[in-house]
């Protein structure tokens, strides 16, 4: 597998580049108008370019992944698969529903696999949560989530609005992919309220969702107060809490706290790189050409976070 990065973004050089090698990654180019430079293992050469448009002229990779600010990821990746390759997304992968729309059908028109990089589903605990539920002979009925955490920086492109920033697309897709995920539908009825907006754009939002057969999601996401990362996912027999559930470390182990009439449990995880894993099964998708589930994942989100932004837009 080659792999062509446009972006050498800090979630790629954290997250995503030191575990390529073990994924069967041979072949690595970068390219970042940033001119930034990451440490790259030594057994795995790189190839580094300053110009994306360029790099995707001149690149034998197959597949691409855009790792750069939310606003160039639509013209990177639709180039990417005018190109024929296959593309990943950093989340959001796109800042509206008909341009999510169109990759998605270019993705299909050339046979292509096209994935949004909101890696929590990917974790262990997710489906650990629905077995436990299924044991209890239920199934979960209401989602409460809340992630914020402390101010960024003042330089950070999320506080931009030409960059795509702001709290409802930094944080939009960890209220918009829970309901996929626990109750594997989208929402009937929406409503979204800024909480805070900084000179640009919004840096914390709240927002409801009701699902069919009563069920719901409530939400408190922002980057305007103190660190909270947690997921409660609540039925009639069951209560399980993940705590660290949007962002799991990959060298801790994590437990997923249950709560039912008989008493308190909990089960361990052990350490799990969620966006290893990610990666993996899009690499398996791409060699067995069936990637029509991430890239409906992508549509299904993308759905759900362009009706919050109208929801907050018509507050």
Same mark, same amino acid.
């Given at each position: 597998?080659?792999?062509?990065?446009?972006?050498?973004?800090?979630?790629?050089?954290?997250?995503?580049?030191?575990?390529?090698?073990?994924?069967?990654?041979?072949?690595?180019?970068?390219?970042? *108008?940033?001119?930034?430079?990451?440490?790259?293992?030594?057994?795995?050469?790189?190839?580094?370019?300053?110009?994306?448009?360029?790099?995707?002229?001149?690149?034998? %990779?197959?597949?691409?992944?855009?790792?750069?600010?939310?606003?160039?990821?639509?013209?990177?990746?639709?180039?990417?698969?005018?190109?024929?390759?296959?593309?990943?997304?950093?989340?959001?992968?796109?800042?509206?529903?008909?341009?999510?729309?169109?990759?998605?059908?270019?993705?299909?028109?050339?046979?292509?696999?096209?994935?949004?990089?909101?890696?929590?589903?990917?974790?262990? *605990?997710?489906?650990?949560?629905?077995?436990?539920?299924?044991?209890?002979?239920? %199934?979960?009925?209401?989602?409460?989530?809340?992630?914020?955490?402390?101010?960024?920086?003042?330089?950070?492109?999320?506080? *931009? #609005?030409?960059?795509?920033?702001?709290?409802?697309?930094?944080?939009?897709?960890?209220?918009?992919?829970?309901?996929?995920?626990?109750? /594997?539908?989208?929402?009937? /009825?929406? #409503?979204?309220?800024?909480?805070?907006?900084?000179?640009?754009?919004?840096?914390?939002?709240?927002?409801?969702?009701?699902?069919?057969?009563?069920? #719901?999601?409530?939400?408190?996401?922002?980057?305007?107060?103190?660190?909270?990362?947690?997921?409660?996912?609540?039925?009639? %027999?069951?209560?399980?809490?993940?705590?660290?559930?949007?962002?799991?470390?990959?060298?801790?182990?994590?437990?997923?706290?249950?709560?039912?009439? #008989?008493?308190?449990?909990?089960?361990?995880?052990?350490?799990?790189?969620?966006?290893?894993?990610?990666? /993996?099964?899009?690499?398996?998708?791409?060699?067995?050409?069936?990637?029509?589930?991430?890239?409906?994942?992508?549509?299904?989100?993308?759905?759900?976070?362009? *009706?919050?932004? /109208?929801?907050?837009?018509?507050?």
């Amino acid at each position: 597998m080659k792999l062509l990065v446009l972006g050498a973004s800090d979630i790629f050089a954290r997250r995503v580049l030191p575990g390529l090698a073990a994924l069967g990654v041979t072949g690595l180019e970068v390219a970042s *108008r940033s001119g930034r430079r990451p440490a790259v293992p030594a057994h795995l050469p790189v190839l580094w370019h300053d110009d994306p448009a360029a790099a995707l002229a001149r690149s034998p %990779a197959e597949t691409v992944y855009v790792s750069t600010e939310n606003s160039r990821h639509a013209p990177l990746a639709l180039a990417a698969l005018e190109s024929g390759r296959h593309v990943i997304v950093d989340k959001p992968a796109f800042l509206d529903f008909p341009t999510a729309e169109r990759a998605a059908n270019l993705a299909a028109q050339k046979n292509l696999v096209l994935a949004e990089a909101t890696v929590w589903t990917e974790h262990p *605990r997710p489906a650990a949560a629905l077995a436990a539920f299924a044991a209890a002979g239920s %199934a979960p009925t209401r989602l409460s989530a809340v992630f914020s955490f402390p101010p960024l920086p003042a330089g950070n492109f999320r506080h *931009r #609005s030409d960059c795509g920033g702001g709290a409802l697309f930094d944080l939009g897709a960890y209220a918009a992919s829970p309901g996929r995920v626990f109750f /594997q539908a989208e929402p009937e /009825q929406v #409503s979204c309220r800024i909480l805070s907006r900084g000179p640009e754009v919004d840096t914390a939002f709240v927002c409801q969702m009701l699902y069919p057969g009563g069920k #719901s999601f409530t939400g408190t996401f922002g980057f305007d107060t103190g660190y909270v990362n947690r997921l409660d996912i609540l039925g009639p %027999a069951l209560a399980a809490t993940m705590d660290r559930a949007f962002t799991p470390p990959p060298n801790a182990a994590l437990t997923l706290e249950l709560n039912a009439p #008989s008493g308190q449990t909990s089960q361990t995880t052990p350490p799990t790189d969620a966006f290893a894993r990610f990666f /993996q099964r899009v690499f398996t998708a791409i060699d067995t050409g069936h990637g029509q589930p991430l890239t409906d994942a992508l549509l299904t989100d993308a759905r759900t976070l362009a *009706r919050l932004r /109208q929801a907050a837009v018509g507050e």
